[in-house]
């Protein structure tokens, strides 16, 4: 009896491993490393879920100006309400997905009216005080709108703090 006992111990520790391990990502398109990478002021935003999977139709497509994000507004299929919060009661009760300008040559930029799946880590904007998917990671249906050399010197600038913080930025 003695001697399986550290027999029983193995198999009970190794199994409770393997209940633990996490199961594959909800996506294909979900990147591994730092979720925010490339994210202006990415301590503004707390993650809830690193890769999150949204389905909607575009309401709005807006350029940022000042850090060089696509915002974009989707309003969710029926059954994504708890992607929400009561934040986002202050955009129509949409999603906000932004589009960081370094992803913006391989992540595509929809047009209003499409109806899109998009993928990227869920996060509370604590400045704003709504739920986004930022950065967007995969999107599928729109056009490449890469950033122009100039939107990407800006936004390396602001990443490395050598531009000043907006008074009010674009949201």
């Known amino acids: 009896m003695r001697r399986l006992l550290p027999l029983a111990l193995v198999v009970l520790i190794s199994g409770g ?29 707390k993650v809830k879920s690193r890769c999150r999977v949204a389905v909607g139709t575009v309401e709005k497509v807006k350029p940022e100006l000042y850090d060089g994000d696509v ?14 919060s009561s ?3 202050r955009v129509g009760g949409t999603l906000i997905v932004e589009i960081i300008p370094w992803d913006r040559s391989r992540v595509l930029v929809p047009e209003e009216g499409q109806r899109i799946e998009v993928v990227g880590p869920w996060v509370d904007d604590t400045a704003h005080g709504w739920n986004e998917i930022h950065p967007a990671w995969w999107i599928s249906a729109g056009s490449l709108e890469p950033a122009s050399a100039d939107e990407l010197r800006r936004a390396d600038r602001l990443l490395r703090g050598l531009e000043p913080a907006a008074a009010e930025d674009d949201g």
Not at 19 to 38: E, F, K, T, Y
Request: glycine share 14%; aromatic share 2%.
């Open 71 to 84: 915002h974009i507004e989707l309003r969710l299929d029926r059954g994504q309400e708890g992607l929400l």
């Open 87 to 89: 934040g986002n009661a």
């Open 17 to 45: 491993c393997s209940l633990r391990r996490a199961g594959p990502p909800p996506s294909p398109h979900c990147r591994s490393g730092s979720p925010l990478v490339g994210v202006y002021h990415p301590q503004r935003l």
